[in-house]
T-cell receptor
Framework: ETGVTQSPTHLIKTRGQQVTLRCSSQ?????VSWYQQALGQGPQFIFQ???????GRGNFPPRFSGLQFPNYSSELNVNALELDDSALYLC???????????FGSGTRLTVV | AQSVSQHNHHVILSEAASLELGCNYS??????LFWYVQYPGQHLQLLLK??????LVKGIKGFEAEFIKSKFSFNLRKPSVQWSDTAEYFC????????????FGDGTTLTVKP
């Protein structure tokens, strides 16, 4: 198993900028989910992608968007960054219809 | 809205002590339940999961969890903890109708003293 890999590991951006985070799914997984984890809190569901389409979304504004590619890798894009977007962003892959994620190590985003 | 509560924020135990971490969720329908663990410096890992059947679920490293539907609970247990169990533990719930979205609790930090 290759696991889930995320890049970059750390990122510093200025308020108002845009950012793209990347994720490679575990081999054999066809679903990718993105989570935001603030310090001291549990992960919060942003959205999930399956068959290259959004397949569920949490309570996040439209400036959070994503893509899934044919090889099941994924991107998370955040436009017009705000200070409150500073968090750990986690990518998790799974097999559609089967529960339980394989998580990546996350990207730590700091917005200044 | 669906929510998950982990009442113990930080638990400190000595080695060989028994462990029980509480998890309660607020949803009356069919749910799938999970415990994840995050060891220091590592990523979140699945510890165990419950979908249906026997409400007592066995996981890795000697952990188990019991689903009590009437109490909306899925508590994690281990009879005898080790120093290596020091980690953060997260409970998570999926609605059976929306397997894509997991709602997580805020986690419990377990510190095991040698």
């Amino acid at each position: 198993e290759t696991g889930v890999t995320q890049s970059p590991t750390h990122l510093i951006k200025t308020r108002g900028q845009q950012v793209t985070l990347r994720c490679s799914s575990q081999s054999g997984h066809n679903t990718v989910s993105w989570y935001q984890q603030a310090l001291g809190q549990g992960p919060q569901f942003i959205f999930q992608y399956y068959r290259e389409e959004e397949n569920g979304r949490g309570n996040f504004p439209p400036r959070f968007s994503g893509l899934q590619f044919p090889n099941y890798s994924s991107e998370l894009n955040v436009n017009a960054l705000e200070l409150d977007d500073s968090a750990l962003y986690l990518c998790a892959s799974s097999v559609q219809g089967r529960g339980g994620y394989t998580f990546g190590s996350g990207t730590r985003l700091t917005v200044v | 809205a669906q929510s998950v509560s982990q009442h113990n924020h930080h638990v400190i135990l000595s080695e060989a002590a028994s462990l029980e971490l509480g998890c309660n969720y607020s949803y009356g329908g069919t749910v799938n339940l999970f415990w994840y663990v995050q060891y220091p410096g590592q990523h979140l890992q699945l510890l165990l999961k419950y979908f249906s059947g026997d409400p007592l679920v066995k996981g890795i490293k000697g952990f188990e969890a019991e689903f009590i539907k009437s109490k909306f609970s899925f508590n994690l247990r281990k009879p005898s903890v080790q120093w290596s169990d020091t980690a953060e533990y997260f409970c998570a719930v999926n609605l059976n109708t929306n397997a894509g979205k997991s709602t997580f609790g805020d986690g419990t930090t377990l510190t095991v003293k040698p």
